[in-house]
């Protein structure tokens, strides 16, 4: 005989078997990505070579922003955002 388990736990249980891994995988590597991108920035920020160019075109403050924004913040948010969505069982793709 099984333990009688309280109902939000039974709908957890139930909402964890119908994750998106697709979705959750995707979101955690965008997320991975993200965070390298930001640790490479602080720790050794010449490690860009696409932050170099984009420097040269746009301006130091410009570049150094859209770089910023394109390959980290993105990233970041898009792979939080697929990671909710993946563990609400939905998918992006």
């Known amino acids: 005989?099984?333990?009688?388990?309280?109902?939000?736990?039974?709908?957890l249980i139930r909402e964890v078997k119908e994750m998106n891994y697709t979705t959750l995988a995707i979101g955690l590597l965008?997320?991975?990505?993200?965070?390298?991108?930001?640790?490479l920035r602080v720790k050794h920020p010449?490690?860009?070579?696409k932050l170099n160019v984009m420097k040269e075109k746009y301006?130091?403050?410009a570049g150094a922003a859209i770089h910023t924004i394109s390959y980290t913040i993105i990233p970041?948010?898009?792979?939080?955002?697929?990671?909710?969505?993946?563990?609400?069982?939905?998918?992006v793709f």
């Open 46 to 49: 010449g490690a860009f070579r």
């Open 30 to 39: 965008a997320l991975l990505f993200g965070m390298c991108t930001l640790f």
């Open 76 to 91: 970041i948010i898009a792979g939080i955002i697929f990671i909710i969505i993946g563990f609400m069982g939905e998918s």
């Open 1 to 11: 005989m099984q333990p009688h388990m309280p109902d939000t736990m039974q709908k």
């Open 59 to 61: 301006g130091e403050k």
